[in-house]
């Protein structure tokens, strides 16, 4: 039943794709706006598993990628009028490269400090771009609406989002294959030996890192379309850090389908919350209590878990 | 002399999910006794040591110490019992000065009366470290460190003393120097369990031999009966230089 | 030139509270290894309790410490029975420990958003809206009283440290668990102690924050990147180097604040912490609790 390893996925991706159609029926916006919204949350996870899972720098601070696309992005719509849409290269090139000066500086070190760090680097950037009035200051950027109907409005960011989802997807796959994977796997286990083998350790390190906010800083440039308008305290706060970080947990770090399905499950689970306790502070003590959980009882992750049981469904088992 | 006080029973172990180290390894100490046991590294020396004192769970087997299973204790509880543990890296407190590390030497003391004078009664042994006391332990010579140890080691004048390496990285004086503290030591009545890479200058202040090899105890004898063998003097002691 | 040291000194006696809130961290990371990012969340757990007392007894914020302590110590407790005993006797770091506490200080914040909302508090005693003159200079009685109890409190620690058993104990411990062990000291136990012991320090600096700043739950992950920056630049686990770094980067950051603007203020504590990566990740002090 090897086929079933491809046959599940390519379903599925058949039927996302298709999925919009059924505006032509009727109008589904809330369930696209979950789906792309899984997508996005996907391409975050999935890009910061590659540094984080392979890689073992636990990072609480990788929204700050996320702000710097969506800022890019934002910026060149206001003054000169570009589309978002057109934008996504670009965005994800600047925090792709503020990723790797930021990774040279903070993955030098190991362990808490660096986790410290990159707590320390939302908070330097939330300081900045609440006084930076060129973007606006703490009260941000309003972005131009898109002029389609409100039944299509969400396409384009659906059918971005699952474009760079599945870049992220595959660039997951091939870190875990390559010799680039095997390197930066190696790093994490023992910087020493590794550079003793002869791997440029930190030029590794920091391409993972640059890797991970490049893909990041994309999904920013259409997530700040998404959102029509940005502003510090959106981006700058440690909730979506901590978010991304228990999905890869809950899902299991360091495997390629870990951040898809860790993914799922918590927007599942969040959805579940907000029906029954609507919007309140429980929120945020429910979603530490499942990390702590996560973490004492299966610190391995749900795909990990299986994995170490031998039970894992053949069509999640990529490595 | 002749009463057993630590004897080890078919013990086996080894480390976290790894192979057994220690096979089914029989041992007793006496009282009074100094045994060193030698053996190629990578033998499970050192890992007899911590199985004792309990940094090592066994996987099985007991050790007896007057009779009591230590197996399951927590290693701090073994060493309330009596026992006492000087480790191939010393264990010294490197930035505690050599006052304070004797006080934790004597940390399971609770009379504090008592704790002084028996700080005092080792000082006396140790003169050098009197001048020392507000050092740290990790600025010390070798010398003056290995001083340091043997007095912390005496102050709960301990029934059993396990010992790793005594001579690892030290000059031959002090080496020498090592040795007779031993010796004084087991004097007093205390048993010591030794490991010495040095295998000569180990069993020539040692009662008994025990060789070790691939986590077995192979060859147990008089101390002088081991250095004398032929064939361990060729596996073990490498041959002996023609004057 | 007189303004300048005025703001030097109200510097300095906010640098003694934020020691005293570094202090705890910085006890239990040279312990147990761990980083205790739930610490500010106690450190609010101690303003809410002196914030009620006050409120509905009218008891003075620093009348309430002890039993700001006790509380935060109760609470530092359980939270290690239920979260970090299972890792308490390893020696082994592990970034999971981190993500832990992360989730720890995510519960805690929850359930005291949920019952206080978002509402600013700040405790008022009479004496917070006083001020002494020396001089010309002008002194905030609640800064002078809250720099003043901070310092007595972190001094009593260091010679808890320096000169009782337990004290030593736990300097030993932190030096190395394996030879700690062999010397008799219950390892697990001092571990405990010294967390319970942290989380109640924690609880003393929450008592004199509520006067001196507003709080309101989410206001623990500001803290947690200052706090965290003076661990590591004191060199993770020296009490000595995390209250130097508060008392420095304290002053520097008033300076900041009164000559900039009061909001880049907090800026020197994080770009203090970039620094210190890039020229000596291993941090300004030496090692452990000295
Ligand atoms: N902490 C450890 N973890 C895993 N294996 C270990 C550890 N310490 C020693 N070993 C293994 O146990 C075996 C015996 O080691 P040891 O008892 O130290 O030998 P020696 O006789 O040289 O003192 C060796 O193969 C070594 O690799
Ligand atoms: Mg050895």
Same mark, same amino acid.
Request: aromatic residues 12%; glycine residues 8%.
């Given at each position: 039943?090897?086929?079933?390893?491809?046959?599940?996925?390519?379903?599925?991706?058949?039927?996302?794709?298709?999925?919009?159609?059924?505006?032509?029926?009727?109008?589904?916006?809330?369930?696209?706006?979950?789906?792309?919204?899984?997508?996005?949350?996907?391409?975050?996870?999935?890009?910061?598993?590659?540094?984080?899972?392979?890689?073992?720098?636990?990072?609480?601070?990788?929204?700050?990628?996320?702000?710097?696309?969506?800022?890019?992005?934002?910026?060149?719509?206001?003054?000169? %009028?570009?589309?978002?849409?057109?934008?996504?290269?670009?965005?994800?090139?600047?925090?792709?490269?503020?990723?790797?000066?930021?990774?040279?500086?903070?993955?030098?070190?190991?362990?808490?400090?660096?986790?410290?760090?990159?707590?320390?680097?939302?908070?330097?950037?939330?300081?900045?771009?609440?006084?930076?009035?060129?973007?606006?200051?703490?009260?941000?950027?309003?972005?131009?609406?898109?002029?389609?109907?409100?039944?299509?409005?969400?396409?384009?960011?659906?059918?971005?989002?699952?474009?760079?989802?599945?870049?992220?997807?595959? +660039?997951?796959?091939?870190?875990?294959?390559?010799?680039?994977?095997?390197?930066?796997?190696?790093?994490?286990?023992?910087?020493?030996?590794?550079?003793?083998?002869?791997?440029?350790?930190?030029?590794?390190?920091?391409?993972?890192?640059?890797?991970?906010?490049?893909?990041?800083?994309?999904?920013?440039?259409?997530?700040?379309?998404?959102?029509?308008?940005?502003?510090?305290?959106?981006?700058?706060?440690?909730?979506?850090?901590?978010?991304?970080?228990?999905?890869?947990?809950?899902?299991?770090?360091?495997?390629?389908?870990?951040?898809?399905?860790?993914?799922?499950?918590?927007?599942?689970?969040?959805?579940?919350?907000?029906?029954?306790?609507?919007?309140?502070?429980?929120?945020?003590?429910?979603?530490?209590?499942?990390?702590?959980?996560?973490?004492?009882?299966?610190?391995?992750?749900?795909?990990?878990?299986?994995?170490?049981?031998?039970?894992?469904?053949?069509?999640?088992?990529?490595? | 002399?002749?009463?057993?006080?630590?004897?080890?029973?078919?013990?086996?172990?080894?480390?976290?999910?790894?192979?057994?180290?220690?096979? /089914?390894?029989?041992?007793?100490?006496?009282?009074?006794?100094?045994?060193?046991?030698? %053996?190629?590294?990578?033998?499970?020396?050192?890992?007899?040591?911590?199985?004792?004192? %309990?940094?090592?769970?066994?996987?099985?087997?007991?050790?007896?110490?007057?009779?009591?299973?230590?197996?399951?204790?927590?290693?701090?509880?073994?060493?309330?019992?009596?026992? $006492?543990?000087?480790?191939?890296?010393?264990?010294?407190?490197?930035?505690?000065?050599?006052?304070?590390?004797?006080?934790?030497?004597?940390?399971?003391?609770?009379?504090?009366?008592?704790?002084?004078?028996?700080?005092?009664?080792?000082?006396?042994?140790?003169?050098?470290?009197?001048?020392?006391?507000?050092?740290?332990?990790?600025?010390?010579?070798?010398?003056?460190?290995?001083?340091?140890?043997?007095?912390?080691?005496?102050?709960?004048?301990?029934?059993?003393?396990?010992?790793?390496?005594? /001579? +690892?990285?030290?000059?031959?004086?002090?080496?020498?120097?090592?040795?007779?503290?031993?010796?004084?030591?087991?004097?007093?009545?205390?048993?010591?369990?030794?490991?010495?890479?040095?295998?000569?200058?180990?069993?020539?202040?040692?009662?008994?031999?025990?060789?070790?090899?691939?986590?077995?105890?192979?060859?147990?004898?008089?101390?002088?009966?081991?250095?004398?063998?032929?064939?361990?003097?060729?596996?073990?002691?490498?041959?002996?230089?023609?004057? | 030139?007189?303004?300048?040291?005025?703001?030097?000194?109200?510097?300095? $006696?906010?640098?003694?509270?934020?020691?005293?809130?570094?202090?705890?961290?910085?006890?239990?990371?040279?312990?147990?290894?761990?980083?205790?990012?739930?610490?500010?969340?106690?450190?609010? $757990?101690?303003?809410?309790?002196?914030?009620?007392?006050?409120?509905?007894?009218?008891?003075?914020?620093?009348?309430?410490?002890?039993?700001?302590?006790?509380?935060?110590?109760?609470?530092?407790?359980?939270?290690?029975?239920?979260?970090?005993?299972?890792?308490?006797?390893?020696?082994?770091?592990?970034?999971?420990?981190?993500?832990?506490?992360?989730?720890?200080?995510?519960?805690?914040?929850?359930?005291?958003?949920?019952?206080?909302?978002?509402?600013?508090?700040?405790?008022?005693?009479?004496?917070?809206?006083?001020?002494?003159?020396?001089?010309?200079?002008?002194?905030?009685?609640?800064?002078?009283?809250?720099?003043?109890?901070?310092? /007595?409190?972190?001094?009593?620690?260091?010679?808890?440290?320096?000169?009782?058993?337990?004290?030593?104990?736990?300097?030993?411990?932190?030096?190395?668990?394996?030879?700690?062990?062999?010397?008799?000291?219950?390892?697990?136990?001092?571990?405990?102690?010294?967390?319970?012991?942290? $989380?109640?320090?924690?609880?003393?600096?929450?008592?004199?924050?509520?006067?001196?700043?507003?709080?309101?739950?989410?206001?623990?992950?500001?803290?947690?990147?200052?706090?965290?920056?003076?661990?590591?630049?004191?060199?993770?686990? /020296?009490?000595?180097?995390?209250?130097?770094?508060?008392?420095?980067?304290?002053?520097?950051?008033?300076?900041?604040?009164?000559?900039?603007?009061?909001?880049?203020?907090?800026?020197?504590?994080?770009?203090?912490?970039?620094?210190?990566?890039?020229?000596?990740?291993?941090?300004?002090?030496?090692?452990?609790?000295?």
């Amino acid at each position: 039943m090897t086929n079933s390893k491809y046959l599940v996925p390519l379903l599925a991706l058949l039927m996302l794709t298709m999925f919009p159609l059924v505006q032509f029926f009727s109008n589904q916006n809330y369930i696209i706006h979950l789906l792309l919204y899984a997508f996005f949350y996907i391409i975050m996870t999935s890009s910061w598993n590659i540094i984080g899972g392979y890689g073992g720098f636990i990072s609480i601070g990788h929204n700050a990628f996320l702000c710097v696309g969506a800022y890019v992005a934002g910026y060149a719509a206001v003054r000169y %009028g570009i589309s978002p849409f057109y934008l996504i290269g670009l965005s994800g090139l600047v925090a792709g490269i503020f990723g790797f000066i930021v990774g040279l500086i903070t993955l030098r070190v190991k362990g808490p400090s660096f986790i410290i760090s990159s707590i320390a680097l939302i908070m330097i950037m939330r300081i900045v771009f609440d006084h930076w009035d060129l973007v606006g200051g703490a009260s941000g950027i309003t972005l131009p609406f898109n002029s389609l109907p409100v039944q299509w409005s969400k396409l384009p960011h659906y059918y971005s989002f699952l474009f760079l989802a599945l870049a992220a997807i595959y +660039l997951n796959w091939y870190v875990r294959h390559s010799k680039f994977g095997l390197a930066l796997r190696a790093v994490s286990h023992d910087e020493t030996r590794s550079a003793v083998a002869g791997i440029n350790v930190k030029m590794i390190k920091v391409t993972a890192f640059a890797l991970s906010a490049f893909l990041i800083g994309s999904a920013g440039a259409v997530w700040a379309d998404y959102l029509t308008y940005i502003r510090p305290n959106m981006f700058l706060v440690i909730l979506i850090a901590a978010n991304i970080v228990l999905m890869v947990i809950l899902g299991g770090k360091g495997t390629v389908t870990g951040p898809i399905v860790g993914t799922v499950i918590f927007i599942l689970f969040n959805e579940i919350i907000l029906t029954f306790f609507g919007a309140t502070e429980l929120n945020i003590l429910l979603t530490g209590l499942l990390l702590v959980i996560t973490l004492l009882y299966f610190p391995d992750g749900i795909v990990g878990s299986l994995k170490n049981k031998n039970i894992l469904p053949k069509f999640l088992d990529w490595g | 002399m002749n009463d057993v006080i630590l004897k080890l029973n078919n013990v086996t172990a080894g480390y976290q999910n790894g192979p057994d180290i220690l096979k /089914s390894v029989d041992l007793t100490l006496k009282k009074g006794e100094i045994k060193c046991i030698i %053996g190629p590294n990578g033998a499970g020396k050192s890992t007899i040591l911590k199985a004792i004192a %309990g940094i090592l769970r066994p996987r099985n087997g007991n050790v007896l110490f007057n009779d009591r299973d230590l197996v399951g204790l927590e290693a701090y509880e073994i060493m309330r019992q009596g026992i $006492c543990f000087l480790p191939q890296d010393r264990a010294l407190f490197d930035t505690l000065n050599v006052s304070e590390n004797l006080w934790m030497a004597g940390y399971t003391l609770h009379d504090k009366k008592e704790l002084k004078l028996r700080i005092e009664e080792v000082l006396t042994v140790f003169p050098i470290l009197k001048k020392r006391l507000s050092q740290y332990a990790g600025t010390m010579s070798g010398g003056e460190q290995q001083q340091l140890i043997f007095a912390r080691a005496i102050i709960l004048k301990p029934q059993i003393m396990l010992i790793d390496e005594p /001579s +690892l990285g030290l000059a031959p004086s002090i080496v020498e120097q090592a040795f007779k503290h031993i010796e004084e030591i087991a004097l007093t009545g205390v048993s010591i369990l030794l490991v010495e890479q040095n295998a000569r200058r180990g069993l020539s202040s040692s009662h008994t031999g025990v060789v070790m090899d691939l986590g077995q105890v192979v060859f147990e004898k008089d101390a002088k009966e081991v250095l004398n063998d032929e064939r361990i003097q060729e596996l073990y002691l490498g041959k002996r230089k023609s004057k | 030139m007189i303004y300048i040291l005025q703001v030097i000194i109200l510097g300095l $006696c906010l640098g003694l509270v934020y020691a005293l809130m570094a202090t705890g961290l910085t006890l239990i990371f040279g312990v147990m290894r761990i980083v205790n990012l739930a610490h500010p969340i106690f450190i609010l $757990c101690g303003a809410y309790v002196a914030y009620w007392l006050f409120v509905l007894y009218g008891l003075d914020p620093i009348l309430a410490i002890p039993i700001a302590a006790i509380v935060c110590g109760v609470l530092g407790a359980i939270v290690y029975k239920l979260v970090f005993e299972k890792d308490a006797g390893s020696q082994k770091y592990s970034e999971m420990t981190v993500l832990l506490t992360f989730g720890t200080a995510m519960i805690l914040d929850g359930t005291l958003s949920f019952f206080f909302k978002n509402t600013q508090r700040v405790t008022s005693p009479s004496y917070a809206t006083d001020a002494f003159f020396i001089g010309d200079i002008f002194l905030p009685t609640a800064q002078l009283y809250s720099g003043l109890v901070s310092l /007595s409190l972190i001094v009593a620690l260091a010679l808890f440290l320096k000169f009782s058993t337990l004290g030593v104990a736990i300097r030993a411990t932190s030096l190395s668990r394996v030879n700690a062990e062999l010397v008799g000291i219950n390892v697990k136990f001092v571990c405990l102690f010294s967390f319970i012991l942290g $989380c109640a320090l924690a609880g003393c600096a929450g008592s004199l924050v509520s006067f001196v700043f507003s709080f309101f739950p989410a206001k623990h992950f500001e803290w947690i990147a200052v706090l965290m920056s003076l661990v590591v630049l004191g060199g993770m686990g /020296s009490i000595l180097g995390a209250v130097t770094a508060a008392i420095v980067l304290s002053v520097l950051a008033s300076l900041v604040g009164a000559f900039l603007a009061p909001s880049w203020s907090t800026m020197v504590f994080f770009l203090a912490l970039f620094v210190i990566l890039l020229i000596r990740p291993q941090g300004m002090f030496g090692k452990y609790l000295s």
